[in-house]
């Protein structure tokens, strides 16, 4: 299993930037693709990125793409959000989940649990 800690969220105005970062624990992280969600208060929760396990395969939703970039470092066990020029609409709770194999087709079976996540505040 893998054990994920999100951190980076805060208050910026529009048009800022971001960088979320994920912990992981455990020997196996780079064995899973790992993917960013987001929920925003009454809307249902989306995956916004995803990075296959050695980072050669990278996904974003319609939402983000071109304004947010995913990457990863196995050496330290860390996944990464750089979110730039945010938007109000960006504004959510973030978690990072790990997939159940090392593709991104692989994100549609998730592995361990919902963390807390780390809150993204976008003003306008």
């Known amino acids: 299993q893998v054990q994920l800690v999100e951190s980076g969220g805060g208050l910026v105005q529009a048009g800022g930037s971001l960088r979320l970062s994920c912990a992981a624990s455990g020997r196996t992280f780079s064995s899973y693709a790992m993917g960013w969600f987001r929920q925003a208060p009454g809307k249902e929760r989306e995956l916004v990125a995803a990075?296959?396990?050695?980072?050669?395969?990278?996904y974003y939703a319609d939402s983000v793409k071109g304004r947010f970039t995913i990457s990863r470092d196995n050496a330290k066990n860390t996944v990464f959000l750089q979110m730039n020029s945010l938007k109000p609409e960006d504004t959510a709770v973030y978690c990072c989940?790990?997939?159940?194999?090392?593709?991104?087709?692989?994100?549609?079976?998730?592995?361990?649990?919902w963390g807390q996540g780390t809150q993204v505040t976008v003003s306008s």
């Open positions: 989940r790990a997939a159940s194999g090392p593709t991104i087709a692989t994100m549609r079976v998730l592995i361990g649990s």
């Open positions: 990075i296959s396990w050695n980072g050669g395969s990278t």
